[in-house]
C-alpha cells in the first residue's frame, strides 16, 4: 500500500485519482481545502472540513482528512476536533499558518490529540528572509512535541530547508517527517532516514501543488534500501492509522 500522506484537494477528486492510480497510490489524506486561506475564519474552517469530509464519504477507500483548525480560535478549534474527529471520519489535524505552533493555545489543541490518538500534520518552514509572522519552524515544532510525547506529528516539508530542519528533530521521538513541499533533490530521503530512522519518515507528495511523480521519486530514487522504502511509502501510516 501506498499512503500519500500530504495532500490537498485544489484538483477535481476524479483527476487527483486518476493520476495517484497512475502512480499506485492508494489512499490520499486531504488537508486545508480548495482556496489557502492565511487566517480562515470558523465559518471558513468550517467549510473547508464539511469540504473534505464529502469527498471522504463519496470515496471512502480512496481519501482520509485532516481537520482544518485556526488556533487563533482556541474553543471552535476544539469544537472543531469533536465534530471532525470524534464524530467524524477524520484522522487527525493540520495546522498551516495561522499561529505559530509553539503558542500556548496548540498545547491545549496537542493534548487533545494525544487523547484521541491522532495525528498532528504541522506545516513547518525554515524560510529565506525570516517566516511569515504565523508560521512555524521545526525548532517551534520541537518545543511544542518535547511537552506533549504522548501525541503523534508529522513535521510536513522537512522544514524546507531541510538539512537544518532534520537536525533540528533528532531527539523529538514523536515527530516523522514528510517527503514533501520541495524539489526532488537527492540526498533527503537518505539523510531523513540516516538521522531519524525510516520509522519516522512518511510519503507525502503536497499535491496538487506538486506531482505525485516527482516527490514519489525521493523515495524510489533513494539510497536506501527495499524494506525502508516499503515503510516509508505506505507501512508507517498503515501502522499508525491502523489501516
Known amino acids: 500500500m501506498i499512503v500519500d500522506c500530504h495532500v490537498h484537494p485544489t484538483s477535481p477528486p476524479d483527476q487527483m485519482l486518476h493520476y495517484a492510480d497512475r502512480m499506485s497510490i492508494d489512499k490520499l489524506c486531504l488537508s486545508l481545502g480548495p482556496h ?8 471558513q474552517v468550517e467549510a473547508d472540513n464539511d469540504f473534505n469530509r464529502r469527498l471522504v464519504e463519496v470515496y471512502p477507500d480512496r481519501f482520509l482528512a485532516y481537520a482544518n483548525l485556526n488556533p487563533n480560535y ?22 498551516w499558518v495561522a499561529m505559530r505552533c509553539d503558542h500556548a493555545n496548540c498545547d491545549v489543541i496537542a493534548e487533545r490529540i494525544a487523547e484521541l490518538g491522532a495525528l498532528v500534520l504541522q506545516h513547518t518552514f525554515y524560510r529565506t528572509g525570516g517566516n511569515l509572522a504565523g508560521e512555524s519552524s521545526p525548532a517551534d515544532l520541537a518545543a511544542l512535541a518535547d511537552r506533549h510525547p504522548q501525541t503523534t506529528f508529522i513535521m510536513a516539508h522537512g522544514g524546507l530547508n531541510w538539512e537544518k530542519g532534520l537536525k533540528t528533530v533528532i531527539e523529538q521521538e514523536n515527530i516523522l517527517v514528510d517527503t514533501c513541499g520541495f524539489d526532488p533533490e537527492m540526498g533527503y530521503t537518505e539523510m531523513a532516514v540516516r538521522l531519524l530512522g525510516a520509522e519516522r519518515v512518511v510519503y507525502g507528495s503536497d499535491g496538487a501543488g506538486r506531482s505525485f511523480a516527482s516527490q514519489l521519486a525521493k523515495v524510489y530514487g533513494a539510497d536506501i534500501t527495499e524494506s525502508e522504502k516499503t515503510a516509508i511509502l505506505g507501512g508507517n501510516m498503515e501502522r499508525i492509522l491502523g489501516l
Do not use: A, M, N, Y
Open 36 to 43: 489557502f486561506i492565511q487566517q480562515p475564519t470558523p465559518e
Open 74 to 95: 482556541l474553543e471552535h478549534s476544539l469544537r472543531e476536533i469533536e465534530r471532525c474527529l470524534v464524530d467524524g471520519p477524520f484522522i487527525g489535524i493540520k495546522l
